[in-house]
């Protein structure tokens, strides 16, 4: 297993940055990742390009941008950096300003995948935001990154009454329908989607795991995090897909319903979709 922290050494982290614009803020991550060796000047140019082409959906909460591209051979090894400016930037996203880029490059899709799920754990707990940008050292910030996953979220309020198999808007909700449809095809599945289906997708798919077992729907339905190539694909196997704004836009009638979600690490925002989807 990765951890976080493997993959973010002191070297790759400045907690002094400076940009002018989004474009200058992903270039001072990606100079992180090229002075440790992670990757070349062309993933930073990547980078770039990824948010030209698919807009700011890698702002997946307020003053926070995971920057990244897809695998390719501009990446040497897996690694990360973290940079946290003096003065935020716009990217054009419902969250900015942003003080605070993370970039990953990865040499394939499945490698970080512990490392993001731990580091969206991290986002999701109450105050993190406040925390991240209070830290003094590369040290203290990997120690906070390093620390004991949090404890388990209670139960969401008539989590009880929720019991048993969801079933889709539209479909009948008994106990044959919960029978059917998990001796046939499984549990039901949600896609959670990004454009490189190796970073922020993972983050939404965290939240959107948290909110199911919050609910006690963990066994009924499974999380698949994925490209936006690869989701229309994916799309006759799930109910829903929950993605951001841009990527909706790119994505367009997959058939199935799409909600957007504005702030990735948002637990009351992937909660309200769910209840729209089933219902609820």
Request: with cysteine; proline share 7%.
């Amino acid at each position: 297993m990765t951890s976080l922290v493997d993959l973010l050494p002191s070297e790759a982290i400045d907690l002094h940055g400076s940009a002018t614009d989004w474009r200058a803020g992903i270039a001072a991550a990606g100079e992180l990742l090229v002075a440790t060796g992670v990757a070349t000047g062309e993933y930073t140019a990547e980078m770039i390009r990824n948010v030209e082409e698919n807009g700011p959906y890698i702002v997946i909460t307020p003053g926070f941008a995971f920057a990244h591209a897809r695998p390719s051979p501009a990446v040497n090894r897996t690694g990360m950096s973290w940079v946290r400016l003096s003065e935020p930037v716009a990217f054009g996203s419902p969250n900015d300003p942003v003080d605070l880029i993370v970039a990953l490059a990865a040499t394939d899709a499945e490698v970080h995948t512990d490392a993001m799920a731990a580091l969206a754990k991290v986002l999701l707990e109450p105050g993190a935001d406040q925390v991240l940008r209070a830290v003094g050292t590369p040290g203290q910030l990997r120690a906070l990154l390093a620390g004991p996953p949090p404890e388990p979220a209670a139960a969401a309020p008539g989590a009880a009454a929720a019991s048993g198999a969801p079933a889709a808007k539209g479909e009948t909700h008994t106990a044959a329908t919960h029978s059917t449809a998990r001796t046939k095809s499984g549990p039901l599945k949600i896609l959670t989607v990004c454009g490189n289906g190796v970073g922020t997708s993972l983050f939404l798919k965290s939240t959107l795991e948290q909110v199911l077992d919050r609910w006690h729907w963990t066994p009924y339905i499974t999380v698949e995090a994925t490209d936006t190539i690869s989701a229309k694909g994916k799309a006759g196997e799930a109910v829903a897909v929950l993605t951001s704004g841009e990527i909706a836009k790119t994505l367009g009638d997959v058939g199935i319903p799409v909600r957007v979600i504005e702030n990735f690490t948002s637990a009351s925002e992937v909660d309200q979709a769910l209840r729209e989807l089933f219902d609820v």
